[in-house]
């Protein structure tokens, strides 16, 4: 390098130089230079859920694998759904919103109402139902 800190054309760049580095803007990630720079990133992906919401959790997960994997009935398809975004809504973000509650609680209730299903299945909503009205006081 010369004095400058450009490269010698020709000549191999060496550590030590008087090189920089300038990033105008980043947003997660990790930057390391020189030839024993070491970055580090750690990510997160999901929120750790409170622990009424890691009970729900739970139990929404128990109630999906307890539905009919096979021959569902356009029921269990459209709780199954609400399932999983309720699902995917903790894993996310710790927490199920108030709406998000109501909804699923209402889903559940009506298809314990409208089912014929298994003594585990029925067991396994139980679980939600009272999972949503602790939360929802």
Known sequence: MSDTGHPIPGRPTQ?????????????????????????????????????RHAELLQAIRALREALPARERSAEDTTLDGELADAEAEITRTGAAGPERLTRLLTGVRGWLGSQAAAAGAIASATAVVQGIAQLLG
Do not use: F, R, W
């Open 15 to 51: 550590d030590g130089g008087a090189g920089s580095v300038h990033i105008g803007s980043m947003s997660g990630g990790s930057i390391a230079t020189g030839s024993h720079g070491s970055a580090y990133s750690v990510n997160q992906t999901a929120a750790e859920p409170d622990p």
